[in-house]
């Protein structure tokens, strides 16, 4: 059997209880050098696997390989292993064998762990969008940014910069100021849960100037958000 685990953002301190108890019930631990680093302690003398980034079709079919030979396999995914995660690829992967068992289990995604450290700014309606485009044309997500700030969503980028991709944020930005006013509200978090954590609230006019990279994720508030006492916040509609 086959558990998709999601590890949350960092510390075990962000993992749910049926993270812990798959990863500790598992034979074999697979995943991305740095998730498997952040649940060291949990694996003991279990047999690990660990590869590089992007290589997670290889990862995949390690884990079905693995499984099918009798193993209980931990596949760990940082944050949530359903969003922007190895949970769906693995079911595909593994789609000729349906008796299979592949559970998963849900974990605390960037987006809420970012929210909950800058404040409460996702009380209402929010789009997650990633600016990778090694998988996505950039047409395609410049079109959702776009229309995710014309119908006054909160947004939540994951991915919003890499080496490789030194412009994405502020072409993002300039589409949300198409429809989002230059003083809106926006905050990130870099490391949620991992040391060297920071946190940092901006305008949207201040954002594409900000020393984001890719282990940051950035909100940007909504036409109601405000900074009340240093906290992002999105009004629920509440009359206090
Ligand atoms: N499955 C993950 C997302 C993977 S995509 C989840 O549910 O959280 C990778 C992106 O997630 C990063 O580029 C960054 O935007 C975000 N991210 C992952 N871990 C983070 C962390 N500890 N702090 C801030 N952002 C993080």
Redesign the pocket.
Known sequence: MIAVV?I???GREFMTYEAVAAIEAANVVIGYDVYVDLVRPLIGNKDVISTGMTREIERCNKALEMALAGKRVALV?????????MAGLMMEVAAEHPTLEITVCA?????T??AARLGAPLTHDFAII?L?DLLTPWEKISKRVSLAAEADLTIC????R?KKRRDHLTKAAELMLEHKSPTTPCG???????DG?TAVLCTLAELAQQDI??????IIGNSETKVLNGRLITPRGYHT
């Open positions: 999601g949350g953002p960092g995914c940082s944050g949530d292993a359903g969003i922007y995660g974990g605390v995604t960037a987006a762990a970012t990633s990778s980028l994951y991915n919003p890499s990130y978090v870099k490391n949620a849960g991992r954590e990279d890719m282990f940051s994720t950035i």
